[in-house]
DNA sequence: GTTCTAGAAC
DNA sequence: GTTCTAGAAC
């Protein structure tokens, strides 16, 4: 069926209709866990007037969890200023007191990061709180792996100080977005490049840097 | 963002 | 023959 839909479409040599991924649902589900949470599909950790805590629905890492800002206003980090300074140090603390927390449970886990995907695709400003080992069967391609490991994520810490210096958030150039996502894989922890997705899931499992990251 | 799968890479 | 990546999805 979907085989034929796509031949149909080359067949009549219709273009994609760019609208498309605009007014795609996908794209809206952490807005609309953000405005409505009391009817989100999936479990909420943790609400307040500001902001929303949940796992994220397909986690990169054993630890992998978003805050979500309610403000509708707040649909990316390009919509940030000087003002929303003491929402991001709540962020952080929601997030901080969840790590904590997967961290008792979970005492030999490896650092955690606090930050932000430079061009998401998911609308409505988010942050991730994930843990760095990676170690997840949804982690499958090179692009969600540079999403967290090159200068597209971009650390919470990051964020405050430019916000605070020049009160907004550069946005980068979509030909370095692709560069980036494209890039060769490259442990986080040793810098060793490798080919295949599989080579790296390995050996990040057992890497000795991983296991010394930085982080929280 | 994910799913699906054709065809490249192994 | 099997594993793996990468692009379409209306």
């Not at 809206?28 to 599909?41: G, T, Y």
């Not at 210096?165 to 040793?190: D, K, N, P, V, Y």
Request: charged share 25%.
């Amino acid at each position: 069926e979907l085989q034929h839909r796509r031949s149909a479409a080359k067949a009549t040599g219709d273009e994609p209709d760019p609208r498309f991924k605009l007014s795609a649902p996908w794209a809206q589900a952490l807005r609309n866990v953000a405005l409505h949470p009391e009817k989100a599909q999936q479990d909420v950790l943790y609400k307040d007037d500001l902001v929303v805590l949940i796992r994220d629905a397909f986690p990169k890492a054993k630890h992998h969890a978003l805050v979500v800002a309610r403000d509708p206003m707040l649909r990316s980090i390009a919509d940030l200023r000087k003002e929303h300074l003491p929402l991001l140090a709540h962020m952080k603390e929601v997030a901080l007191r969840w790590v904590q927390e997967e961290r008792s449970k979970d005492p030999m886990t490896v650092a955690f990061k606090l930050g932000f995907h430079s061009v998401p695709s998911m609308a409505q400003l988010h942050m991730h709180a994930v843990s760095q080992d990676f170690n997840s069967p949804a982690l499958k391609n090179k692009k969600h792996w540079n999403s967290f490991t090159t200068r597209f994520f971009l650390p919470l810490h990051n964020v405050e100080s430019e916000l605070a210096s020049r009160g907004h958030i550069t946005i980068m150039a979509h030909a370095e977005q692709e560069q980036l996502e494209g890039q060769e894989l490259r442990c986080h922890g040793c810098s060793k490049s490798m080919t295949l997705m599989p080579e790296l899931k390995k050996h990040i499992a057992t890497c000795d840097a991983v296991k010394r990251l930085p982080g929280i």
